[in-house]
């Protein structure tokens, strides 16, 4: 059973950054594809961004963090992370990481939830003045 557990939300002010951390327990991530995906208040839950396997695949940025957000992962730690820069009011959400758990899996882009099957349980991002 796989774990994943996000880390790194707060309080930040317009044009600041924040690094968010998904780490997972239970498996290694290398060989699946993570996303990050958000959710505000009263809103539907949108795909930020995606990283495939190691195997190869796309990386996906949803077009309003394109430029600002980068997607990467540490092996050694077993960690994605989303580095988020530039941020705007708009930004803020619940983050939350997911994975799918086919091996040598690929990102969607037309779709970033399709296939994710494990979900973590979210980190506030709030950006605010």
């Known amino acids: 059973q796989v774990q994943l557990v996000e880390s790194g939300g707060g309080l930040v002010q317009p044009g600041g950054s924040l690094r968010l951390s998904c780490a997972a327990s239970g498996s290694t991530l290398d060989y699946y594809a993570i996303g990050w995906f958000r959710q505000a208040p009263g809103k539907e839950r949108e795909g930020v961004s995606c990283i495939s396997s190691v195997n190869g695949g796309p990386t996906y940025y949803a077009d309003s963090v394109q430029g600002r957000f980068a997607i990467s992962r540490d092996v050694a730690k077993n960690t994605v992370y989303l580095q988020m820069n530039s941020l705007k009011a708009e930004d803020t959400a619940v983050y939350y990481c997911?994975?799918?758990?086919?091996?040598?899996?690929?990102?969607?882009?037309?779709?970033?939830?399709?296939?994710?099957?494990?979900w973590g349980k979210g980190t506030l991002v709030t950006v605010s003045s």
């Open positions: 997911a994975v799918d758990s086919q091996y040598g899996s690929t990102c969607s882009i037309v779709d970033p939830s399709y296939g994710m099957d494990y």
